[in-house]
């Protein structure tokens, strides 16, 4: 039976303006909210263009409350015209309802005791946290006290976070969500001077050819996919795609005249240097652009003198094998094997004819002389691989086709997340322990301090730690040894005795874990968390982040947060209040919070500082300034010019206005994030001993009949399913975890559609030392591996297979991060050694069938049909 039709907001029903909680698109929504009458939902017309989804009833200030949540219809920009994905127009559904399963939302802080969680309050959990952790710093010192947070999570809780990391504790040991490290997502661009962000959703839709290299933006950022790319200002664009799933994205490009280049998994660069080859053999380089905005050698090394170039974008981009100028690039693409056709063709598995056709539609002139717009959207299929040379090269191949700077001409990230994050000072990178060759600052990788037993305290927020990382089922069993198996166990929930217990655990080289979120996360929560302490999250509080075009946006509060939850930059005031450091964390709400952020976010990509200069000359808080902004905000960096706000479209723009007396902190408005203000470009040989020898290492097996196992997201879900697997219009459909395989790989197997398989690693390779570099060859795999300090385990995870022949043979496709089945449990931990990033999308195993699923025999699950059209 069809749920009943939502009830129609009444006159007066209040309303507030907000954005999607999930994707990096960030769409605009609007809430309606009104009191139910007695208890019980009226009926009523039909809400206009709302369906049931879309409806909840919700607690505001103790009472049941309606709300509707749709795309908003003031909207102008993002998703004018209502647009929304399938994950945005559940967003009612996230609300908490004690009539369904978000009736599983954490409520009230938890203590393990006795190897069971109990109740506890507040005061009782943060006086726990509190003396372990006084204890731990004076004893074993901050490197032995960590964080593991989300980067995206709002402003609010971000920098509430780091400057509890950076400022009050000081520590090196911390790692966003998705690394090891705190390291940047796409090096690669970085060093060559692009913002992963610097383009705007426009710059997407006004191009005549957009290549997506490890992303399929249908199935990850549907929104902006029908908005955009579908259409946008040039409807007729061409899509040339590089991933190896022939999704639906990608098979509505090839039925429109596009590209599918099913790359091999790793191999990305050469195909990009083998496309870059092709069009400068044929003089199709965009001369005019190269002579003005590529720097020189000397313009790459200006203003570094004579230094060490102690930050790794200095020694990557201007010692050794990566620096370059426009003749020195072009002399290394021409004078390379593995970047003429028919190598480039062998290596990457892509046909040359198609090779050659990408090379055409991105830079053969016209016969009326133009040249072709031409885009570069990356995702994590490409740095997620082979990370600094993928997505290097990427930005290579983008400059010599003219783009990076222009309408329509942008180099970026198309995006997973929305852009959270505003960092507080004094980051303590420089405490790592671990160097760069030359004994250059690296970043501390978290993941091998924990296995190696060196944490002692870690405090993890809205983040499934162990399925998230490489080789998961090796850090579950590091946790697990650290925490739950150690005898060092509460017995009773009395502060006390708690914290001494804890304590004495820290001493005998166990460690304390806590974990902060909204429902309990399995393992990490459920199995092995000390204290699991109760979140607010999106509608439950006042919340401020950008979207993927750095749109900066108020994300209202209009329902109660269940229980006793609260947003996490309250949970660190609390904690740090304790720890004697009340006086740095004195914010009376979210809007101080956001204020004292701003400043820190200056000259960054996200500085929106001349908003809240603006909002104290008016005498308003920060929140009500951006508020008064609308569905629409304000693009970040916010300037002002004369007396006027202004937003900014792209960044590296020249024609941008940017006042003369903010030139200097603003420098990436208006050029490339560099000295010069030029870009950069860098050469990523194939054959860097870095990147080959993990390659040779970490390639499926043929004897062993192996595959490549990486992994991506599908449209319905997101991340890990926290909320699907609750609200009730996904929950019906169920979240599995899924195995895409091309049909022969399957039947070679004796695997049919619908199997339930097991996937196994038997050689998972876990760095485990080797973190002071002195020579390069010093973190090289093979040096690693004869050093002893490559550990080889092994790794496993169960899916239902999918058989579909947008798979290239050879290679099969995981969900992302399904809880209980974690596909990274068959990727190797050990980073690339250039940026200290996990190269997730390079698993390998061996894939057996265990016989029909339920999901086979019925049709009340998600399809098992293939991710193409047709």
Not at 493 to 515: F, K, P, T, Y
Request: one cysteine or more; a positive charge; proline letters at 6%.
């Amino acid at each position: 039976m069809a749920p009943p039709d939502p009830p129609a907001p009444p006159p007066g029903a209040e309303q507030f303006a907000t954005a999607c909680d999930y994707c990096v698109v960030g769409c605009a929504y609007r809430v309606w909210r009104w009191p139910v009458e007695g208890g019980v939902a009226t009926s009523g017309q039909r809400a206009a263009r709302a369906n049931p989804a879309q409806h909840n009833i919700v607690s505001w200030q103790g009472r049941p409350h309606h709300v509707l949540v749709r795309p908003d219809p003031q909207a102008l920009a993002v998703n004018p015209g209502g647009g929304h994905s399938m994950r945005g127009g559940t967003l009612a559904q996230k609300c908490h309802n004690p009539a369904n399963r978000t009736r599983e939302r954490l409520t009230v802080p938890l203590l393990r005791v006795n190897g069971q969680l109990r109740e506890v309050g507040w005061d009782e959990a943060l006086e726990i946290m509190a003396r372990v952790s006084r204890h731990v710093l004076e004893r074993h010192g901050e490197h032995a006290w960590g964080i593991k947070a989300y980067s995206y999570q709002y402003f609010e809780n971000t920098y509430a976070i780091s400057k509890l990391a950076f400022d009050a504790v000081g520590t090196p040991a911390f790692a966003p969500h998705d690394k090891c490290a705190a390291t940047n997502d796409a090096a690669g661009l970085d060093d060559a001077g692009l913002e992963a962000f610097a383009p705007s959703y426009d710059d997407w839709g006004a191009c005549d050819v957009l290549f997506c290299s490890g992303t399929d933006p249908f199935e990850t950022k549907a929104t902006l996919f029908a908005t955009q790319i579908m259409r946008g200002a040039q409807p007729n664009k061409v899509l040339i795609c590089a991933t190896p799933h022939r999704t639906t994205g990608v098979a509505w490009a090839l039925a429109r005249g596009g590209v599918w280049l099913p790359v091999l998994p790793g191999t990305d660069s050469v195909l990009h240097q083998a496309i870059a080859r092709l069009i400068v053999e044929r003089g199709w380089q965009d001369q005019a652009f190269i002579d003005r905005w590529v720097a020189s050698r000397w313009e790459v090394d200006q203003g570094l003198g004579r230094g060490t170039r102690n930050t790794p974008w200095q020694w990557r981009t201007t010692w050794g094998a990566w620096q370059s100028d426009w003749a020195d690039y072009r002399a290394f693409l021409l004078a390379r094997d593995e970047h003429r056709l028919e190598q480039a063709a062998r290596i990457t598995g892509v046909d040359a004819a198609a090779i050659e056709r990408a090379a055409e539609l991105l830079a053969r002139p016209r016969a009326d002389g133009g040249r072709p717009r031409a885009s570069f959207m990356l995702e994590k299929g490409n740095y997620w691989s082979n990370n600094y040379m993928n997505s290097a090269s990427f930005a290579a191949l983008g400059l010599v086709c003219g783009a990076g700077n222009r309408p329509g001409q942008v180099i970026g990230r198309g995006g997973g997340h929305q852009r959270g994050w505003v960092g507080a000072p004094g980051q303590s990178g420089w405490l790592s322990p671990e160097k760069y060759p030359g004994r250059r600052k690296k970043p501390l990788n978290l993941d091998r301090w924990l296995i190696e037993g060196q944490l002692r305290f870690a405090w993890a927020f809205g983040t499934t730690w162990i399925g998230a990382m490489a080789a998961s089922d090796e850090l579950e069993r590091a946790i697990a040894a650290l925490t739950v198996q150690r005898r060092e166990q509460p017995e009773r929930a009395e502060v006390a005795h708690a914290a001494q217990a804890l304590i004495a655990r820290a001493d005998a080289g166990g460690m304390v874990l806590v974990d902060s979120d909204i429902y309990p996360v399995e393992p990490l929560g459920t199995r092995y968390a000390d204290l699991v302490l109760p979140a607010a999250t999106w509608g439950e509080a006042d919340f401020t982040r950008c979207n993927g075009e750095r749109r900066l946006r108020h994300y209202a509060r209009f329902c109660d947060a269940p229980g006793q939850s609260r947003p996490d930059w309250q949970a660190v005031q609390g904690f740090a209040q304790r720890m004697g450091w009340g006086e740095r964390f004195a914010w009376r709400d979210a809007s101080d919070v956001f204020e004292e952020a701003a400043r820190h976010s200056r000259g960054g990509p996200y500085d929106y500082d001349e908003l809240v200069r603006q909002a104290r000359r008016d005498g308003v808080r920060g929140h009500d300034a951006l508020r008064r902004l609308g569905p629409d905000g304000i693009q970040t960096p916010v300037r002002r010019v004369g007396d006027t706000l202004h937003g900014t479209p792209r960044l590296h723009d020249p024609a941008q206005v940017v006042p003369d007396g903010d030139r200097w902190r603003t420098k990436l408005l208006h050029g490339f994030a560099t000295h010069s203000g030029k870009a950069v470009l860098l050469k990523a040989p194939w054959s860097f001993p870095g990147w080959s020898e993990f390659y040779a290492a970490a390639r499926p097996r043929a004897d062993k009949g192996e595959l490549w196992i990486t992994n991506g997201r599908v449209n319905e879900v997101w991340q890990s399913g926290f909320d699907d697997r609750r609200k009730p219009y996904t929950a019906a459909r169920g979240t599995p975890p899924l195995l895409f395989m091309h049909p022969n790989d399957a039947a070679a197997r004796g695997i049919a559609n619908g199997d339930r398989v097991r996937v196994t690693n038997d050689a998972v390779y876990v760095q485990t030392g080797g973190g002071l570099g002195v020579l390069p060859q010093d973190q090289h795999f093979d040096a690693l591996l004869a050093a002893g300090h490559i550990r080889v385990t092994t790794g496993q995870f169960e899916a239902v297979a999918v058989l579909d022949d947008g798979l290239r043979e050879g290679v099969a496709k995981a969900g992302f991060n399904s809880p209980g089945q974690h596909a990274n449990a068959v990727v190797h931990a050990v980073p690339d050694p250039l940026t200290q990033n996990y190269r997730y999308k390079l698993g390998r195993g061996r894939v057996e069938s265990l016989g029909p699923s339920d999901l086979a025999r019925s049709f009340d699950g998600p399809s098992l049909k293939g991710r193409g059209l047709g």
